[in-house]
C-alpha cells in the first residue's frame, strides 16, 4: 500500500508558478514510476506528466510541455511538479499518482494509487 498527499497548490494570475509537492508512505517509493493527473469541472480527467523511478524517463503531456516539468527525490519520497507559465485552462485539481511499473507507463491511467488531489486555480 502507498499513500500519497499533495500540496503546493493554491490561487495564482496567469503566467505565474506554482510547484506542486507529492510525499509518499508505506510500501517502496523508489520502485514505482509517479505521475500526475489533473481533472478540471466537468471535463474528463488528463494526463499532465510522469517520470521513471531513477527520474532518468519523463513523459508530458502536449499542452503542458516546456511549461511544466516533472522531478522526484527518492530520499524524500516525493515527487513534485512546477507549473511554470500559468494558463486559466491549467485550472484542475491535480492528483498524484503512482503506477505499479517502474519505467514509464504505456497506460498512462492505469495508476494504483492516487491522493486526494490539491487545486490549482488560474486567474486571467
Known amino acids: 500500500q502507498v499513500q500519497l498527499v499533495e500540496s503546493g497548490g493554491g490561487l495564482v494570475q496567469a503566467g505565474g508558478s506554482l510547484r506542486l509537492s507529492c510525499v509518499a508512505s508505506g510500501r517502496t517509493f523508489n520502485s514505482h514510476a509517479m505521475g500526475w493527473l489533473r481533472q478540471a469541472p466537468g471535463k474528463e480527467r488528463e494526463f499532465v506528466a510522469a517520470?521513471?523511478?531513477?527520474?532518468?524517463?519523463?513523459k508530458y503531456a502536449d499542452s503542458v510541455k516546456g511549461r511544466f516539468t516533472i522531478s522526484r527525490d527518492n530520499d524524500e519520497n516525493s515527487v513534485y511538479l512546477q507549473l511554470d507559465s500559468l494558463k486559466p485552462e491549467d485550472t484542475a485539481v491535480y492528483y498524484c499518482?503512482?503506477?505499479?511499473?517502474?519505467?514509464?507507463?504505456?497506460?498512462?491511467?492505469?495508476?494504483?494509487?492516487r491522493g486526494q488531489g490539491t487545486q490549482v486555480t488560474v486567474s486571467s
Open positions: 517520470i521513471s523511478w531513477s527520474g532518468a524517463l519523463t
Open positions: 499518482v503512482a503506477y505499479f511499473v517502474s519505467l514509464l507507463p504505456a497506460r498512462l491511467y492505469d495508476y494504483d494509487y
